[in-house]
């Protein structure tokens, strides 16, 4: 079982930063867990912002690219989601996920990031 703990959500002004992090209960990169950052706004649909790929290689929403950064810290189970410039429309309720399996998906509980205009 592994458990996922997000943090760094706040309210930004616009063209400003914020830092997610996603704390693993247990090693998450020794399982294969594929990571990556997600975000649902009010109304829409859950979207995919960024992810380490199967490969080792990262991916961005098109939306994203280019402002938000996904990198790791191995060492202590951590996933970052480094968002600059932020917009906004990036207003959303921002979740992780470790992916293993069909029978092994993991989210964390989200962390609102709300960015004024």
């Known amino acids: 079982q592994v458990q996922l703990v997000e943090s760094g959500g706040g309210l930004v002004q616009a063209g400003g930063s914020l830092r997610l992090s996603c704390a693993g209960s247990?090693?998450?990169?020794?399982?294969?867990?594929?990571m990556g950052w997600y975000r649902q706004a009010p109304g829409k649909r859950r979207e995919l912002v960024a992810e380490?790929?199967?490969?080792?290689?990262?991916n961005y929403a098109d939306s994203v690219k280019g402002r938000f950064t996904i990198f790791r810290d191995n060492a202590k189970s951590t996933v970052y989601l480094q968002m600059d410039s932020l917009k906004p429309e990036d207003t959303a309720v921002y979740y992780c996920?470790?992916?293993?399996?069909?029978?092994?998906?993991?989210w964390g509980q989200g962390t609102q990031v709300t960015v004024s205009s």
């Open positions: 247990r090693n998450i990169f020794s399982i294969n867990a594929i």
């Open positions: 996920r470790a992916y293993v399996s069909t029978w092994s998906d993991y």
């Open positions: 380490f790929t199967d490969v080792g290689s990262t």
